[in-house]
């Protein structure tokens, strides 16, 4: 597509719930990344894959998070037993393999706002 | 390990005036990238610039400048002549080379430009 679509925009879950949020990256794009932003804090990050593979996953808070891009493409990131403080706001970004040299920054999609009540 | 410092919580000009956004930032590394991104109330963050810590020229693009000093470790950002549109967050990055090449984001800083 276009740019990086993120479904859905908003959700609202109980605590203890489970959730699934997706991203679909720019077409052709191999690395993709999590972010989890919370309220008046910059993106912190979660999770990157390139290709099918996590090659660093060393910003998931605990096991209750999970992430997967089973084909290289989309990607779901999964959150077990929910809890409050886990709302925020979660962004998807994507970009071509990041080469020295190259001169354009992450495509970053408008994110789904994660409400734990 | 790397930090990125935006010391700026929220600023709020007027339309027409000159702002400037802070960038500091921290790392060990000598081969960096540093970036900002606009981020709307719509949510998606939006590129505005890259730049490689081998190269400390200014660089403008319309009503946005940015001044990188790497003997300050800063990377600011200026809008000349706001507009309101401008009202934004923006966040200053830094992705340092050799890694996963993941950006440290600064916490932003809210722009309000009232008309």
């Known amino acids: 597509g276009a740019g990086v679509s993120q479904t859905p925009s908003n959700k609202v879950t109980e605590k203890g719930k489970y959730v699934e949020l997706r991203c679909d990256p720019i077409?052709?794009?191999?690395?993709l990344y999590w972010y989890r932003q919370s309220l008046g804090q910059g993106p912190e990050f979660l999770i990157y894959?390139?290709?099918?593979?996590?090659?660093?996953d060393s910003g998931l808070p605990n096991d209750r998070f999970f992430a997967v891009r089973p084909e290289g493409s989309v990607s779901t990131l999964k959150i077990q037993r929910t809890e409050r403080g886990d709302s925020a706001v979660y962004l998807c970004?994507?970009?071509?393999?990041?080469?020295?040299?190259?001169?354009?920054?992450?495509?970053f999609g408008s994110g789904t706002r994660l409400t734990v009540v | 390990a790397q930090k990125v410092t935006q010391a700026q919580t929220e600023i709020s000009v007027v339309e027409k005036e000159d702002v400037t956004l802070d960038c500091v930032y921290e790392?060990?590394?000598?081969?960096?990238?540093l970036f900002w991104y606009k981020q709307p109330p719509s949510g998606e963050l939006v590129f505005l610039i890259r730049?490689?810590?081998?190269?400390?020229q200014n660089e403008i693009s319309g009503r946005y400048s940015w001044n990188f000093q790497k003997s300050t470790s800063s990377f600011n950002f200026t809008i000349t002549a706001s507009q309101v549109v401008d009202s934004a967050v923006y966040f200053c990055?830094?992705?340092?080379?050799?890694?996963?090449?993941?950006?440290?984001f600064g916490r932003g800083t809210s722009l309000i430009v009232h008309p």
């Open positions: 894959f390139q290709g099918t593979g996590a090659a660093d």
């Open positions: 970004a994507s970009s071509l393999r990041f080469y020295l040299g190259s001169n354009y920054g992450y495509t």
């Open positions: 990055a830094l992705i340092v080379s050799g890694g996963s090449y993941i950006p440290t």
């Open positions: 077409s052709g794009h191999t690395a």
């Open positions: 730049r490689n810590s081998f190269d400390e």
């Open positions: 790392t060990r590394d000598t081969t960096y990238y």
